[in-house]
């Protein structure tokens, strides 16, 4: 087991640039997460994958952002034309199923100049 | 919706002292209760679970959380503060089995 892994973790870009980030889960987890944490808050849900299906997207996830997790396994996410609001950490998460814990990556921190 | 509230964004506490940290849920239906740990600099580690199986849970580190339905509790104890334990807790409550929606987290500061 050798945990949840997340590449790059840091990025700097500029406004208006796209980004993309890539997450590989815990191998035998079928559920894969997405969050995003600001500064002095909790991690905010932003989609989840169940294998290679997109199952749930929060409000949060506009337009400019993207999740694809092809043939279950690692997923990306890209955030297009990005904008200084989008300065975050992202966080994956994966699971192995329904109501289990949730195993966390260490993040991307993503600063948008 | 279910949601969580973590009472006290700051808690201080000196080494050897008892570590209380409070949360308190709302859910329409029994609820799934995790905390979480984020160390500075490190990603989020699961502290322990409730998943309806017994109302005093402990976890790792010599955490203990105890489910109190009647007061919609779930707070997080440790008898003795270690330096180790300074970093930022979260109280997570799981969303109908999906996503995870956390509290805004209590920051422990430990003093010798």
């Known amino acids: 087991d050798t945990g949840v892994s997340q590449d790059p973790r840091h990025k700097i870009t500029k406004r208006g640039q796209n980004v993309t980030f890539r997450c590989d889960p815990i191998?035998?987890?079928?559920?894969l997460y997405w969050y995003r944490q600001t500064l002095g808050q909790g991690p905010e849900f932003l989609t989840y994958?169940?294998?290679?299906?997109?199952?749930?997207k929060s409000r949060l996830l506009s337009d400019r952002f993207s999740a694809e997790r092809p043939k279950g396994s690692f997923s990306t996410l890209e955030i297009q034309r990005t904008e200084q609001g989008d300065s975050a950490m992202y966080l994956c998460?994966?699971?192995?199923?329904?109501?289990?814990?949730?195993?966390f990556g260490p993040g991307t921190r993503l600063t948008v100049t | 919706a279910q949601s969580v509230t973590q009472l006290g964004s700051h808690v201080s506490v000196s080494e050897g002292a008892l570590v209380l940290l409070r949360c308190n849920y709302s859910?329409?239906?029994?609820?799934?209760l995790f905390w979480y740990v984020q160390y500075p600099n490190q990603g989020l580690q699961l502290l322990l679970k409730?998943?309806?199986?017994?109302?005093l849970v402990k976890g790792i580190n010599g955490f203990e959380a105890e489910f109190k339905k009647s007061e919609t509790s779930f707070h997080l104890t440790k008898p003795s503060a270690h330096m180790s334990d300074a970093a930022e807790y979260f109280c997570?409550?799981?969303?109908?089995?999906?996503?995870?929606?956390f509290g805004k987290g209590t920051t422990l500061s430990v003093s010798s």
């Open positions: 409730y998943t309806s199986a017994a109302t």
């Open positions: 994958f169940q294998n290679e299906a997109q199952l749930e």
């Open positions: 191998s035998e987890h079928n559920r």
């Open positions: 859910s329409s239906v029994p609820p799934y």
């Open positions: 997570v409550i799981n969303q109908a089995g999906t996503a995870l929606i």
């Open positions: 998460a994966s699971s192995p199923g329904t109501y289990y814990e949730q195993y």
